[in-house]
């Protein structure tokens, strides 16, 4: 394999580039493969990290409202919808991240860093170990527990 004139691990963004002219042209034995299949694994995991972030966000805002009704806020309500248009304008743009919804361990361990939020902001334990909840419900613009 030839080596590409500009290195990954002194410049990403001009390797980034010089790999996207060298795709355009065909010139594909110059291309540095290693470092291509790691950025494109590591695009995969961003968008799934973001879309985990913000499912445990929603899912701890939900956990608040359910438990703490006399703690109800807009602060708390807008913070839930714009979860929620997040994540539907997320899953338009990625929708091969719907297959990591319908993941019970997946789902598990978003639900236990959701738990963890709420316990840090609520000071409250004694929430249920399982989401209690469908996934089309905590997506649901008017759904609330």
Request: with cysteine.
């Amino acid at each position: 394999m030839m080596t590409p004139a500009t290195d990954y691990d002194r410049g990403v963004i001009a390797w980034a580039q010089e790999q996207a002219r060298l795709l355009r042209a065909g010139q594909f034995a110059a291309l540095d493969i290693e470092h291509l299949a790691e950025e494109i694994e590591d695009v995969g995991k961003s968008e799934q990290r973001e879309l985990a972030s913000r499912m445990a966000v929603l899912m701890s805002q939900l956990l608040k409202w359910c438990y703490q009704p006399e703690r109800r806020s807009a602060s708390w309500q807008r913070t839930i919808k714009e979860q929620r248009r997040a994540l539907a304008f997320h899953l338009k743009q990625v929708p091969s991240l719907q297959t990591r919804l319908a993941d019970a361990e997946w789902l598990g361990a978003i639900w236990a860093d959701a738990i963890t939020r709420a316990i840090e902001e609520t000071g409250m334990g004694g929430f249920p170990e399982e989401c209690p909840w469908a996934v089309a419900d905590l997506l649901s613009q008017d759904w609330l527990p």
